[in-house]
Protein backbone atom coordinates (compact mmCIF):
# COMPACT_ATOMS: atom_id res chain seq x y z
CA UNK A 1 0.00 0.00 0.00
CA UNK A 2 1.04 3.64 -0.60
CA UNK A 3 0.48 6.90 0.60
CA UNK A 4 -0.06 10.78 -0.53
CA UNK A 5 0.61 13.70 1.86
CA UNK A 6 0.53 17.14 0.94
CA UNK A 7 1.44 19.40 3.66
CA UNK A 8 0.49 23.12 3.86
CA UNK A 9 2.16 25.74 6.15
CA UNK A 10 -0.98 27.47 6.15
CA UNK A 11 -2.79 30.78 8.01
CA UNK A 12 -4.20 29.91 11.29
CA UNK A 13 -7.02 32.29 10.51
CA UNK A 14 -8.13 30.17 7.18
CA UNK A 15 -7.97 26.34 8.74
CA UNK A 16 -11.83 26.33 9.41
CA UNK A 17 -12.30 26.90 5.99
CA UNK A 18 -9.95 24.54 4.85
CA UNK A 19 -11.14 21.98 7.14
CA UNK A 20 -14.93 22.58 5.30
CA UNK A 21 -13.28 22.23 2.12
CA UNK A 22 -11.29 19.09 2.27
CA UNK A 23 -14.04 17.33 4.13
CA UNK A 24 -16.80 18.47 1.65
CA UNK A 25 -15.10 18.64 -1.66
CA UNK A 26 -12.13 16.30 -1.36
CA UNK A 27 -13.13 13.55 0.55
CA UNK A 28 -16.63 12.40 -1.92
CA UNK A 29 -13.53 13.14 -4.77
CA UNK A 30 -11.50 10.43 -2.97
CA UNK A 31 -13.86 8.13 -2.24
CA UNK A 32 -14.86 7.94 -6.14
CA UNK A 33 -11.30 7.49 -7.56
CA UNK A 34 -10.47 4.01 -8.00
CA UNK A 35 -7.80 2.31 -5.85
CA UNK A 36 -7.94 4.87 -2.89
CA UNK A 37 -8.43 3.55 0.70
CA UNK A 38 -9.44 6.95 2.27
CA UNK A 39 -7.86 9.84 3.88
CA UNK A 40 -7.07 12.01 7.10
CA UNK A 41 -6.31 15.41 7.75
CA UNK A 42 -3.77 16.85 10.70
CA UNK A 43 -3.82 20.37 11.88
CA UNK A 44 -2.18 22.66 14.17
CA UNK A 45 -4.77 25.70 14.84
CA UNK A 46 -1.79 27.32 16.57
CA UNK A 47 0.57 27.98 12.98
CA UNK A 48 -2.05 26.92 10.26
CA UNK A 49 0.03 23.52 9.43
CA UNK A 50 -2.17 21.00 7.77
CA UNK A 51 -0.89 17.77 6.47
CA UNK A 52 -3.38 16.00 4.22
CA UNK A 53 -3.07 12.53 3.78
CA UNK A 54 -4.57 9.93 0.92
CA UNK A 55 -3.66 6.04 0.68
CA UNK A 56 -4.19 3.89 -2.16
CA UNK A 57 -4.23 0.62 -2.73
CA UNK A 58 -0.90 0.25 -5.00
CA UNK A 59 1.66 2.67 -6.53
CA UNK A 60 -0.37 2.55 -9.88
CA UNK A 61 -3.23 3.69 -8.30
CA UNK A 62 -1.71 6.67 -6.45
CA UNK A 63 0.39 7.51 -10.07
CA UNK A 64 -2.54 7.45 -11.50
CA UNK A 65 -4.57 9.92 -9.33
CA UNK A 66 -2.47 12.42 -9.42
CA UNK A 67 -3.45 14.50 -12.42
CA UNK A 68 -7.33 14.16 -11.28
CA UNK A 69 -5.70 15.87 -7.96
CA UNK A 70 -4.27 18.54 -9.27
CA UNK A 71 -7.23 21.11 -9.70
CA UNK A 72 -8.24 19.97 -5.92
CA UNK A 73 -4.52 21.04 -4.57
CA UNK A 74 -4.72 24.14 -6.03
CA UNK A 75 -7.91 25.06 -4.59
CA UNK A 76 -7.05 23.66 -1.24
CA UNK A 77 -3.95 26.10 -1.40
CA UNK A 78 -5.82 29.02 -2.01
CA UNK A 79 -8.10 28.52 0.37
CA UNK A 80 -5.44 27.84 3.07
CA UNK A 81 -2.75 30.50 1.61
CA UNK A 82 -0.02 28.51 1.00
CA UNK A 83 1.31 26.22 -1.54
CA UNK A 84 1.01 22.44 -0.81
CA UNK A 85 4.07 20.26 -0.71
CA UNK A 86 4.22 17.24 -2.01
CA UNK A 87 5.56 13.72 -0.38
CA UNK A 88 4.75 9.90 -1.60
CA UNK A 89 4.76 7.14 0.60
CA UNK A 90 5.30 3.35 1.05
CA UNK A 91 2.92 2.11 4.07
CA UNK A 92 5.24 -0.07 6.00
CA UNK A 93 3.37 -0.71 9.15
CA UNK A 94 0.30 0.21 10.08
CA UNK A 95 -1.67 -1.06 13.60
CA UNK A 96 -4.95 0.43 14.93
CA UNK A 97 -5.63 -0.80 18.32
CA UNK A 98 -9.06 1.39 18.27
CA UNK A 99 -10.58 3.42 15.78
CA UNK A 100 -10.14 7.36 16.20
CA UNK A 101 -13.19 9.27 17.84
CA UNK A 102 -13.77 12.80 18.18
CA UNK A 103 -11.03 15.11 20.02
CA UNK A 104 -8.04 12.57 19.09
CA UNK A 105 -4.38 14.03 18.55
CA UNK A 106 -1.23 12.70 16.64
CA UNK A 107 2.41 12.84 17.47
CA UNK A 108 4.10 12.90 13.79
CA UNK A 109 8.15 12.36 14.11
CA UNK A 110 10.15 12.58 10.45
CA UNK A 111 12.99 10.19 10.35
CA UNK A 112 16.28 10.34 8.51
CA UNK A 113 17.45 7.04 7.36
CA UNK A 114 21.33 6.46 7.95
CA UNK A 115 21.63 2.86 6.22
CA UNK A 116 20.52 1.04 3.21
CA UNK A 117 18.95 -1.49 5.46
CA UNK A 118 15.70 0.45 5.44
CA UNK A 119 13.93 -3.24 6.26
CA UNK A 120 15.74 -4.00 9.56
CA UNK A 121 14.45 -0.38 10.57
CA UNK A 122 11.00 -1.52 9.47
CA UNK A 123 11.46 -4.60 11.53
CA UNK A 124 12.81 -2.92 14.66
CA UNK A 125 9.63 -0.55 14.36
CA UNK A 126 7.31 -3.20 14.00
CA UNK A 127 8.63 -5.41 16.29
CA UNK A 128 10.26 -3.55 19.50
CA UNK A 129 8.96 0.04 19.09
CA UNK A 130 5.24 -0.45 17.93
CA UNK A 131 4.54 -2.84 21.15
CA UNK A 132 6.23 -0.17 23.53
CA UNK A 133 4.18 2.44 21.67
CA UNK A 134 0.79 0.65 22.01
CA UNK A 135 0.99 0.21 26.19
CA UNK A 136 0.73 3.47 26.18
CA UNK A 137 -3.07 4.87 27.76
CA UNK A 138 -4.79 6.43 25.01
CA UNK A 139 -2.57 4.78 22.33
CA UNK A 140 -5.52 4.68 19.29
CA UNK A 141 -2.83 3.58 16.50
CA UNK A 142 0.40 3.95 14.85
CA UNK A 143 1.57 3.93 11.18
CA UNK A 144 5.05 4.02 9.73
CA UNK A 145 5.22 5.27 5.96
CA UNK A 146 8.97 4.82 4.58
CA UNK A 147 10.45 6.86 1.52
CA UNK A 148 13.57 4.14 0.30
CA UNK A 149 14.63 6.46 -2.52
CA UNK A 150 15.02 9.90 -0.58
CA UNK A 151 15.95 7.84 2.76
CA UNK A 152 13.10 9.22 4.83
CA UNK A 153 10.17 8.28 7.05
CA UNK A 154 7.38 9.05 9.06
CA UNK A 155 5.94 7.77 12.07
CA UNK A 156 2.63 8.98 13.24
CA UNK A 157 1.14 7.92 16.58
CA UNK A 158 -2.30 8.32 17.06
CA UNK A 159 -3.86 9.11 20.55
CA UNK A 160 -7.37 8.97 22.18
CA UNK A 161 -7.44 13.02 23.13
CA UNK A 162 -4.72 15.71 23.57
CA UNK A 163 -4.34 15.29 27.13
CA UNK A 164 -3.25 11.30 26.68
CA UNK A 165 -1.09 12.66 23.85
CA UNK A 166 0.61 15.20 26.34
CA UNK A 167 0.70 12.66 29.42
CA UNK A 168 2.99 10.43 26.80
CA UNK A 169 5.58 12.62 25.60
CA UNK A 170 8.31 11.43 27.87
CA UNK A 171 7.74 7.45 28.10
CA UNK A 172 7.10 8.59 23.80
CA UNK A 173 10.33 9.96 23.86
CA UNK A 174 12.03 7.39 25.57
CA UNK A 175 10.98 4.96 23.22
CA UNK A 176 11.82 6.81 20.18
CA UNK A 177 15.28 7.66 21.29
CA UNK A 178 16.16 3.82 22.13
CA UNK A 179 15.18 2.74 18.82
CA UNK A 180 16.84 5.79 17.06
CA UNK A 181 20.30 4.50 18.97
CA UNK A 182 19.28 0.92 17.53
CA UNK A 183 18.08 1.41 14.49
CA UNK A 184 21.05 4.17 13.28
CA UNK A 185 18.26 7.13 12.08
CA UNK A 186 18.32 10.87 12.52
CA UNK A 187 15.32 12.45 14.05
CA UNK A 188 14.03 15.88 11.98
CA UNK A 189 11.03 17.20 12.91
CA UNK A 190 8.50 16.14 15.58
CA UNK A 191 5.24 18.31 15.53
CA UNK A 192 1.84 17.50 17.24
CA UNK A 193 -2.11 18.03 15.64
CA UNK A 194 -5.18 17.19 16.60
CA UNK A 195 -7.22 14.72 14.44
CA UNK A 196 -9.71 17.12 12.64
CA UNK A 197 -10.66 14.01 9.38
CA UNK A 198 -10.47 10.33 9.90
CA UNK A 199 -11.43 8.61 7.13
CA UNK A 200 -8.65 5.85 6.27
CA UNK A 201 -9.62 2.19 5.78
CA UNK A 202 -6.31 0.94 5.72
CA UNK A 203 -5.71 -2.61 6.93
CA UNK A 204 -3.90 -4.12 9.74
CA UNK A 205 0.03 -4.09 8.18
CA UNK A 206 2.37 -5.57 11.27
Avoid: K
Avoid at 78 to 98: C, F, K, L, S, T
Amino acid sequence: MHARSITFMGDPSRLAAGIDYVRDDVMPMLDAIEGCLGMSMLADPETGQVIVTSSWRSAEDLDASDRLLTGSRARAAEIMGAPPEAAVWEVAVMHRDHRAAAGSCCRVTWLRLNHTDVGRGVELYRTALLPAMAELPGFCSASLLVDRRAGRACSTTTYDSRAAMESSRDRSWAIRDAGVRESGVDVMDVAEFDLVLAHLHLPELV
